[in-house]
């Protein structure tokens, strides 16, 4: 199997479909072998339901994997991510906020052998962004990004931890996430420190981005959280 699209949803009925929709067609469209990995992580609509009765093409497997209590996009990407088998295998948000057709700059990367991992970026000098964050969650992304990488250890090299359109080679995605505990928002930055640590290359991509206001992160409401994990894995990987 070529690809493995990963997607963490939470209470997005109104969008599952359309998400399953969008990365079964550029599959079927870039004749890739693939399978659609859904993670409903414990939500309290029909998202599950949705998911499961939404159409794939022929040659695109569709796998829609739910559990009952909400743990955490963390949790829900490193379930959906050890149960992949693409040679290549990527996570995305719901909502499609980046055309899929994106992934072909990351896969080049990988592909070509300049990196083990393909961060989209809506940092870079190349992004197409329609429509950006509030200012609100423009000056918190700043504050988040100084912190990882003052307190953290975070390579400044990268602009954009935290956007979800990732790409990873396949065995590399099921070896650093097979080893990791972060259940909350802060995971990436474990999965960088692990990657960092294990000497696989990280590269960045620009992406064509358009912000979705329908976010199931609060800023505000998860503060603490975030840096309680934050706190949490500096101890697990630094000793520190």
Same mark, same amino acid.
């Given at each position: 199997m070529d690809l493995s699209i990963v997607i963490p949803a939470f209470n997005e009925s109104k969008k599952i479909a359309g998400d399953i929709k969008a990365a079964a067609d550029f599959l079927n469209s870039q004749h890739l072998t693939g399978e659609v990995i859904i993670v409903d992580d414990g939500s309290e609509d029909t998202t599950s339901q949705i998911a499961k009765n939404t159409k794939v093409p022929l040659g695109v497997t569709l796998n829609v994997i739910r559990y009952e209590h909400h743990r955490g996009k963390g949790y829900a990407?490193?379930?959906?991510?050890?149960q992949s088998t693409g040679q290549f295998v990527m996570f995305a948000d719901s909502g499609s906020c980046v055309p899929y057709e994106d992934t072909l700059r990351g896969l080049e990367f990988i592909r070509k052998g300049l990196c083990d991992i393909a961060h989209g970026s809506r940092?870079?000098?190349?992004?197409?962004?329609?429509?950006?964050?509030? *200012?609100?969650?423009? @000056?918190?992304a700043k504050l988040f990004h100084w912190f990882i990488i003052h307190y953290m250890g975070i390579s400044s090299e990268y602009t954009d931890t935290q956007c979800g359109f990732k790409v990873y080679r396949g065995d590399v995605a099921r070896s650093l996430y097979s080893n990791a505990f972060t259940d909350g928002f802060a995971f990436d930055i474990e999965i960088i420190l692990r990657a960092q640590q294990e000497g696989y290359k990280i590269n960045e991509?620009? *992406?064509?981005? %358009?912000?979705d206001r329908d976010s199931r992160l609060s800023? %505000?409401? %998860?503060?603490?959280? @975030? *840096?309680?994990?934050?706190?949490? @894995?500096?101890?697990?990987?630094s000793g520190k």
């Open positions: 990407v490193r379930t959906g991510i050890r940092k870079m000098i190349d992004c197409y962004i329609e429509k950006n964050q509030s *200012l609100y969650r423009r @000056i918190c991509f620009p *992406l064509n981005w %358009s912000c800023p %505000s409401r %998860s503060l603490f959280q @975030i *840096l309680k994990e934050l706190i949490i @894995i500096k101890r697990a990987l």
